[in-house]
């Protein structure tokens, strides 16, 4: 008589949860830094307070793709997408709250609801835009890995974040900004936006291939993804 034994569960190591919460830390920090605008220099060129943070989240996305593979980083992107969404609500919902007791602290209450009025907003624009491009960061890295065989890291690394930083800002920037900006300058932050994110990309580039070979080497695991299903709704597949 065979005894039905149960499934053994997938495990994720201790170094796999902390690249997580790191992950989903610069996307909420990000989505409340969104409304801080700041022009380059002299130029007539505007970027967004995200992209001091953000675009570590797409280091980071390369990381778990290049490490532990397509389908353990879709479940850290969705893990990132309900960590969002949660804040967004919350925010809304301390924005609700009656004035405060003494007048001085009413200034304060003020500030801060006129920041965080926007963080829906915009947390709704990043998590449509974060979906759909961290996913295409994840599935450009995952299949050009196969592709090439594992050679190349640096400059997947770059064509993935560059093919996933162009679908998050063609996204993102439309609806976050619609009625604030004028289309133009909408225009201009996203081709700002994507440019500025992939020199970040390039100019941490060394740093982020010997992180690569590190967490390789500490993880014993250099992850394929030969035979995966790449929906993105799939994650309990890890």
């Not at 495990?11 to 801080?36: E, G, Q």
């Not at 979906?131 to 050009?144: E, L, R, T, V």
């Not at 998050?168 to 994507?194: E, H, K, M, R």
Request: glycine content about 6%; some cysteine; overall charge positive.
């Amino acid at each position: 008589m065979t005894e039905n034994k149960p499934k053994e569960q997938p495990r994720l190591s201790v170094t796999f949860v902390w690249l997580a919460v790191a992950f989903c830390v610069c996307l909420v920090s990000s989505n409340i830094f969104v409304p801080r605008l700041w022009r380059v220099g002299s130029l007539p060129l505007q970027l967004s307070g995200a992209i001091v943070i953000f675009p570590i989240s797409y280091i980071i996305n390369d990381c778990l793709t290049e490490v532990y593979g397509f389908r353990k980083a879709r479940l850290v992107i969705w893990i990132g997408f309900i960590l969002s969404a949660f804040i967004a609500l919350a925010a809304q919902l301390v924005t609700m709250l009656p004035a405060p007791l003494y007048e001085d602290s009413i200034p304060v209450a003020d500030s801060f609801d006129t920041l965080f009025r926007m963080v829906p907003r915009t947390t709704f624009a990043s998590l449509v835009a974060f979906i759909c491009g961290s996913q295409c960061n994840a599935w450009i890295m995952s299949k050009m890995k196969v592709a090439t065989q594992g050679r190349g890291f640096g400059w997947r690394a770059i064509v993935s974040s560059l093919g996933g930083e162009f679908a998050d800002s063609v996204i993102f920037y439309p609806i976050a900004f619609a009625g604030n900006l004028p289309f133009w300058g909408i225009v201009g932050i996203i081709c700002t936006q994507v440019l500025f994110k992939t020199l970040y990309e390039v100019i941490i580039l060394p740093l982020t291939t010997v992180i690569v070979k590190k967490l390789k080497a500490h993880e014993a695991l250099d992850t394929y993804d030969y035979d995966i299903s790449y929906n993105p709704f799939k994650i309990r597949d890890i």
